[in-house]
């Protein structure tokens, strides 16, 4: 044993172990299975997830389309906000004073709003400069830089107010014609002038991209509260219409 | 076992994904395989799960697959790396080896000649890792010091003198055994 060569002492492990055989437990081969089981599959869930995405970037860009209509709209409640002011005189000499720096700078039809503003301020703007003034000096005294920059603006928006005293009121006829104009416009696509709130909003705002007859081949009816109810149907030879819609 | 399959259809089939195959393939060759695991983990349970791992690469790989060499040897080396790769990760969690627990029985051998291959299985399990590895590599498998060196990360000098001092403690032990023996024979 001991004197054995390297040579002859590996041979004999060698010829015991090189075809030896082990029967591995039962079960072992479903766990090779398991193990390759995700890897076959993993095809279709990539699929999958690609035409979930489509869908879901095709559902953001509709809504995203809509959120833009629902911010126009926002502009009617804007014109309201500023009729309130124009009422309330405490907080008149607030908003007058940036209007009137937008007004002299821009001018432009999308100041309108504003404008309704700065005519009715020029009306007031003799008694309204002084008291102005004197809030600022008598309410913000702890900042002095502030005041200072207030001042000289105030002075500016008065010349810029007495340089417009002419185009302010036209122009605020021109506005109030715009918002006059709104309502026919909005009159005929109802679904962006409520903005989409159910299911029925939905279908219509689709079926009006596509369909651009007067009578659409689906319509729902969405004025009763939050249930849409069938009320139009225009599929050429089938045509359902439960009331005659404007 | 049934061997019904070629060569030739099982890798053809292998190559196409057939579950069928797959499963034909391990039948007829996970023993063998497993015989091989035994010799390089420390246990049973370390051998069947660098065996399942060794068949899902070989799965993975079979495309790599050229027919010009032996397909049994192809897998073989596939088994080795896994059984490497394993290895070395219990190098880096490691663990310590119960050494004297190796010799609560002897086995049924009563010399050299008549040890079965279960117990030259055993002794090579209970080496230290790095003189099991080499020797499973350099004896069994035949690879060449310059190929363990490169695969186990040691220089070729580590090798030889891993090589010659796991034999030395085989022959030991060896020994040891059949003084067991010979003591339970005269008693």
Known sequence: MRVMQDKEFDQLFRNKLEEAEIEPSKDLWKGIEARLEPKRKAGLPVFWMAAALALVLMSAGLLLKKTEKIQLQGREEMVEHIDRSQTDPT????????????????????????????????????????????????????????????????????????????????????????????????????AEKKGIRNVGDLVNFVVEKVDKREQKFLKFNTDEDDNSSLVAINIGFIKLNSRQHK | MIKSYTIQDLTEGCKAGNRKMQEALYRQTSAKMLALCMRYAKDRMEAEDVLQMGYVKVFQKINEYRSDGSFEGWIRRIMVNTAIESYRKSLRSLTVVPIEDAY??????????????????????????????????????????????????????????????????????????????????AG
């Open chain 1, 91 to 190: 907080r008149m000499p607030v908003a007058s004073v940036p209007s009137t720096d937008q007004m002299a700078y821009t001018g432009t039809p999308l100041v309108i709003a504003p404008s309704i503003d700065v005519e009715y301020k020029t009306v007031n703007a003799a008694y309204v400069k002084p008291q102005k003034k004197k809030n600022v000096v008598s309410t913000q005294p702890a900042e002095p830089s502030t005041r200072l920059h207030s001042i000289p603006l105030v002075s500016a928006g008065h010349a810029d107010i007495k340089e417009n005293l002419e185009t302010a009121p036209m122009m605020a006829s021109v506005a109030a014609s715009a918002t006059e104009a709104d309502g026919p416009i909005n009159d005929n696509s109802p």
């Open chain 2, 104 to 185: 609560e029985q002897p086995s049924t051998g009563f010399d050299f000649h008549n040890l079965g291959m279960q117990d030259l299985t055993r002794l090579i399990q209970q080496l230290a890792d790095g003189y099991r590895m080499v020797f499973n590599m350099y004896v069994i498998e035949g690879y060449s010091h310059q190929e363990i060196a490169a695969q186990l990360d040691i220089t070729e000098g580590a090798s030889k003198s891993q090589l010659s001092r796991a034999r030395a403690v085989l022959r030991e032990e060896i020994l040891k055994m059949e003084n067991i023996n010979y003591a339970s024979y």
